[in-house]
């Protein structure tokens, strides 16, 4: 029999608790896994949340205690996994903040060749990686390779490279080899795919209507691409997926159809598979979530909602005989061969791309993808944000909103009205309510009768874009795609006619997805 000794430092290496700065989403209070835990059950990987519904604060100090704390007990210091979709600076506020992936694609498609704008998205991949190792990162949770296709997602939208797959695919796939260039691990999520669902799994499990081959030409064809380039581990999403043929209801989590089947044997995939956060609502009403997640195929647990009850679960599952225990060692080595990849990733000494990655690099991205829509802007015209829409938006926004410097219409100044869609874990909806897109007609009525000319910027997807918005003859539509500091900062180059050195493009023939 195994010693149970053993059997705890597997638990340990599958179970990757979070550990998390104060004032996050989740939790007012830093959470950091106490020291016990960390003895009995040490992990091969922690995830750092620093990002705080304002800004980021880095979570070093809750890292250093979970580090100390393991080589006090004996044990390695585990690698740090985080979510770096937008650059470290996302959790980390000495880091650069990077677009979001449909602002990176977007910018992608301006430069001058398809060659260059690749290696934009390789830069950008390169830079995250590079300041992520800075900031103790190993593992940097990217790129998403979910093709949105669904216009009311309300969890992927703008964290898409695009609705083409093959197009994404690629997008992701440069991404990533920045990444590696870099010196971090990546992954791929959220498998077999989220962009064609119109739930929120934070709430509740995600629903993909796919038949089978829609599933195979469209959702998997982006992680067929990653992996033939080599991702390092795949995160399963808590997906509904009819088209695996599991019972209704079962997320992909718990599905061997979808992790041996298509993943490892289909796609060919013999990395580390991770789970989407185990304390997602869409796992909430499950029993044995852990035991059963195992069994399936994930190697490694991200963010259980407890700790300790989570490797009670797995240890008494693997006492009793319902937990197999090969599947856990095999699951528990793949976590330990993370440490091993990470060292054969150091970054390269020289940089291949000539172009330098610091916050220049963030500016230039931000500003190439923006897109005019709708009719002419004035040439030469100058522009100015007088009002919003809605006028009660997050903290992040409120305050790159007051840095605008928003005023009463000045003469010779277009006044624009900036429609701000703001997405994120458990708010469930994406987009402007009926009430809020007659409001921003109004404004923009209003604004227009007031000057001849209005503009509209848009903090959203380009498939959430109202039709009427195109249709007017008096009304310009700056694209910015998302309400995150560096598109505001762009935007106001634009406006104030401080972008020289980047032309905005005009038109939708180079948008990485479709408008309405």
């Not at 992909?252 to 989407?276: I, K, M, P, Q």
Request: hydrophobic share 50%; aromatic share 4%.
């Amino acid at each position: 029999m195994t010693d149970r000794l053993i059997l705890q430092r597997w638990i340990g290496a599958v179970l990757a608790p979070e550990v998390r700065s104060p004032g996050t989403i989740a939790s007012k209070t830093a959470i950091v896994p106490p020291p016990d835990y960390l003895a009995e059950y040490p992990p091969a990987l922690v995830v750092a949340f620093g990002r705080l519904p304002g800004g980021a604060r880095a979570p070093h100090a809750e890292l250093r205690a979970v580090r100390e704390a393991c080589l006090a007990a004996g044990h390695q210091a585990p690698l740090v996994a985080c979510d770096l979709e937008q650059g470290a600076g996302l959790h980390f506020e000495s880091a650069r903040r990077l677009p979001p992936a449909l602002a990176l694609a977007s910018a992608a498609l301006s430069y001058p060749s398809e060659r260059a704008g690749f290696d934009a998205l390789l830069a950008a991949g390169e830079l995250t990686a590079r300041e992520a190792l800075a900031q103790g990162v190993h593992l940097v949770l990217a790129p998403v390779a979910d093709v949105n296709t669904q216009r009311s997602n309300p969890i992927v939208a703008v964290r898409s490279f695009g609705d083409e797959p093959r197009a994404a695919g690629q997008r992701a796939a440069a991404f990533l080899i920045g990444l590696h260039a870099g010196g971090a691990l990546g992954c791929a999520k959220h498998f077999p795919g989220h962009g064609d669902t119109a739930q929120d799994s934070h709430i509740e499990i995600a629903r993909v209507p796919r038949d089978a081959a829609g599933l195979r030409e469209t959702e998997l064809a982006p992680f067929r691409t990653l992996i033939e380039h080599g991702v390092d581990t795949v995160m399963v999403g808590h997906l509904d997926v009819p088209a695996l043929g599991e019972p209704a209801g079962t997320p992909a989590t718990f599905s061997r159809a979808a992790l041996e089947g298509v993943l490892r044997t289909e796609l060919g995939f013999d990395g580390v598979v991770v789970s989407d956060a185990m304390n997602m609502g869409a796992l909430a009403r499950f029993e044995q979530r852990y035991v059963r997640a195992l069994a399936a195929g994930c190697d490694v647990l991200l963010c259980p909602h407890d700790p300790r009850a989570a490797a009670e679960e797995l240890l008494a599952a693997a006492l009793a005989g319902r937990l197999s225990l090969e599947r856990l060692e095999q699951a528990a080595l793949r976590a330990a061969s993370l440490r091993q990849r990470a060292a054969q990733l150091a970054p390269r000494t020289g940089e291949r791309w000539p172009r330098t990655l610091d916050a220049s690099l963030a500016e230039e991205l931000a500003l190439r993808s923006l897109r005019w829509l709708g009719a002419a802007w004035p040439p030469a015209a100058s522009g100015q944000l007088v009002a919003r829409v809605p006028t009660q938006v997050g903290p992040e926004f409120a305050a790159a909103w007051e840095a605008a410097g928003v005023a009463a219409p000045e003469a010779g100044r277009i006044p624009c009205v900036a429609a701000v869609l703001e997405m994120g874990a458990w708010r469930g909806s994406y987009g402007l309510s009926a009430a809020e897109d007659e409001a921003l007609r109004a404004e923009l009525a209003r604004a227009a009768a007031q000057h001849g000319h209005a503009g509209l910027v848009w903090f959203g997807s380009p498939q959430q874009l109202p039709e009427w918005a195109l249709r007017d003859a008096r009304l310009s539509v700056l694209l910015a795609l998302a309400p995150t500091p560096p598109q505001v900062r762009a935007v106001l180059q634009v406006l104030t006619g401080a972008s020289q050195r980047v032309v905005v493009a005009s038109g939708v023939g180079s948008l990485p997805t479709r408008v309405g």
